[in-house]
């Protein structure tokens, strides 16, 4: 299984630092079918409970944010939330009345498909829109990556005492304990790197990515514990097998939604 994941990710990480260096439309429409498929597999995994959500609603919504993210920010936000609330509540009265009686659990699975996965995957969108975006997204995202592999590799060696017994019962403290030093440290080499080759216009202190590492690697673990709680009520693994090795695509980007938030708005208040 480690084989695959690695051989997997060597293919995978090519492809994802040129589509980052691009930037653009082109940038934004990856994330756009990232955060559908996210979508889908989030419906997916409900309807394995027994709920019917709305594909249709729930992956046109999530796309629809990232779209209008990369359009003009944040002012299209309002409107399309709303369009995507009213839509939805109409969909599923429209299902009660022929006889669907959890139709409003399923609107609230709906909704919550297009919100979680469509507004917080955006923000990778308004990571790379900002100056020297491209490496901000190269410093937030494989700071995630080194907390979760040291995470893995750690809690795999020295691991005793459980972190989350019924969400996650693999991750243990010690683990997480070392995710977070090991991301922390991350951050500051990457930034030293990404500064030697992006020159000034990058600018971030050792202790603003220390900051950041630390925030990165004691908070998006909460992405992936959210993310088990949904697939263990459901009773599921992974949320698809689309990716071999590694699962579906919300189960690479549990944690990167979380991340995405927490690095665009330190990045705006803290840094620039």
Not at 148 to 173: E, M, N, Q, V
Not at 218 to 228: R, Y
Not at 245 to 250: A, L
């Amino acid at each position: 299984m480690l084989r695959t994941r690695v051989i997997v990710a060597a293919i995978l990480l090519p492809v994802g630092l040129v589509i980052i260096y691009i930037g653009g439309w082109g940038f934004s429409a990856f994330v756009t079918l990232i955060v559908g498929l996210a979508a889908w597999e989030y419906s997916q995994i409900f309807r394995g409970s027994g709920y019917q959500p709305a594909l249709v609603v729930a992956i046109a919504g999530a796309a629809a944010l990232a779209l209008g993210r990369a359009w003009n920010g944040f002012e299209s936000a309002p409107l399309l939330i709303s369009l995507i609330l009213i839509i939805s509540m109409t969909y599923h009265m429209f299902a009660y009345e022929r006889g669907r009686d959890q139709a409003g659990t399923d609107f609230a699975v709906t909704f919550s498909a297009a919100i979680y996965i469509g507004w917080l995957g955006a923000y990778l969108i308004s990571i790379r829109t900002l100056p020297e975006g491209f490496w901000w997204l190269l410093l937030v995202l494989p700071t995630v990556w080194l907390a979760d592999s040291g995470a893995y590799f750690i809690g795999r060696s020295f691991g005793r005492h459980k972190l989350s017994p019924r969400l996650s019962p693999k991750k243990t403290w010690e683990g997480y304990l070392g995710g977070v030093v090991v991301g922390t440290l991350g951050a500051i080499g990457l930034a030293y790197l990404w500064q030697i080759w992006a020159g000034p216009e990058f600018a971030i202190t050792p202790l603003q990515a220390a900051l950041l590492g630390f925030l990165l690697s004691t908070i998006t673990t909460l992405g992936d514990l959210g993310e088990s709680m949904i697939k263990r009520q459901s009773g599921v693994k992974d949320s698809s097998n689309l990716i071999p090795g590694h699962g579906g695509v919300f189960d690479r980007i549990d944690s990167w939604l979380w991340a995405a938030l927490i690095g665009y708005y330190f990045i705006l208040w803290i840094v620039i």
